[in-house]
Antibody, heavy 120, light 110 residues
Framework: EVQLVQSGAEVKKPGESLKISCKGS????????IGWVRQMPGKGLEWMGI????????RYSPSFQGQVTISADKSISTAYLQWSSLKASDTAMYYC?????????????WGQGTLVTVSS | EIVLTQSPGTLSLSPGERATLSCRAS???????LAWYQQKPGQAPRLLIY???SRATGIPDRFSGSGSGTDFTLTISRLEPEDFAVYYC???????????FGQGTKLEIK
């Protein structure tokens, strides 16, 4: 069974750093792109970026380029999303999702989400 | 960058009725790259439709997708109580490359 299990909720202060994780299981982790999606409170879905764990090829949305870093450690089947200096506006739910490999470019498996709260 | 505009913003219907949700793109989108998701409160999104018209694994056949070019539609033939949720369309743009979501349509019980 394909599963994406994300790390737990975080409460941070502005200016702090953070790295959240997404662990894949039940499939070949290195063979599928993993994307990250932000959902601010009461708002819609926003694509942030995507990584191919096989070679760490990474693409970012222009809206998030330079604001976050996406990485992966294929030895432990885990993708990461990190911030070097959080802002209150980073408060949101963050989802990882696996992209299908059949050429349709949709996300067919999703993690449960990680809630990040940034408040002084 | 392609912008997806979903309409209506909110749709109020009763169980048993037919729901028609629209997704309009600012430029032509390959049908292969258009997907629909359902999100219920407190849950992650779930893939319903990929390739504009193919149902994802386990999705009931009351859900159907259609369209091409700039206009796409998600139809729910007979609403069940569990179908009331927010629905998003999503496209992939090979020129960027990028993934874009529509702003969502909330389907609520009338």
């Amino acid at each position: 069974e394909v599963q994406l299990v994300q790390s737990g909720a975080e409460v941070k202060k502005p200016g702090e750093s953070l790295k959240i994780s997404c662990k894949g299981s039940g499939y070949s982790f290195t063979s599928y792109w993993i994307g990250w999606v932000r959902q601010m409170p009461g708002k819609g879905l926003e694509w942030m970026g995507i990584i191919y764990p096989g070679d760490s090829d990474t693409r970012y949305s222009p809206s998030f380029q330079g604001q976050v870093t996406i990485s992966a450690d294929k030895s432990i089947s885990t993708a990461y999303l990190q911030w070097s200096s959080l802002k209150a506006s980073d408060t949101a739910m963050y989802y990882c999702a696996r992209r299908d490999s059949s050429g349709y470019y949709s996300f067919n498996y999703w993690g449960q989400g990680t809630l990040v709260t940034v408040s002084s | 960058e392609i912008v997806l505009t979903q309409s209506p913003g909110t749709l109020s219907l009763s169980p048993g009725e037919r729901a028609t949700l629209s997704c309009r793109a600012s430029q032509s989108v390959s049908s292969s790259y258009l997907a629909w998701y359902q999100q219920k409160p407190g849950q992650a999104p779930r893939l319903l439709i990929y390739g504009a018209s193919s149902r994802a694994t386990g999705i009931p056949d009351r859900f159907s997708g259609s369209g091409s070019g700039t206009d796409f539609t998600l139809t729910i033939s007979r609403l069940e109580p569990e179908d009331f949720a927010v629905y998003y369309c999503q496209q992939y743009g090979s020129s960027s490359p990028s993934y874009t979501f529509g702003q969502g349509t909330k389907l609520e019980i009338k």
